[in-house]
């Protein structure tokens, strides 16, 4: 199995993203295209989707990326 990996992209100090992806290059490579500058950070690593999804969902919501940053749903999905 793949590994999960939970980010974060940073901008000026303050997070502004969080994602889960199994295809971190891929991903990198995307947000470099259609984010303004920023830094990709990998936080952690699971093996479980469920609990990615839910490490997800908290990170959105401590650090208020839906409202305040780029995120476009709650995550989890």
Excluded: C
């Excluded at 590994?3 to 993203?17: D, S």
């Excluded at 950070?41 to 990615?52: C, G, N, S, V």
């Excluded at 959105?60 to 999905?77: A, L, M, R």
Aim: glycine fraction near 10%; aromatic fraction near 12%.
């Amino acid at each position: 199995m793949k590994p999960i990996y939970l980010y974060h992209l940073t901008q000026n100090g303050q997070i502004r993203y969080v994602g889960v992806t199994t295809y971190i290059t891929q991903r990198k490579s995307e947000h470099k295209k259609n984010r303004p500058p920023h830094t990709f950070e990998i936080i952690d690593t699971f093996t479980d989707k469920e609990e990615a999804g839910i490490a997800e969902q908290y990170h959105i919501v401590g650090y208020n990326t839906f409202k305040s940053g780029w995120n476009k749903s709650i995550g989890g999905e």
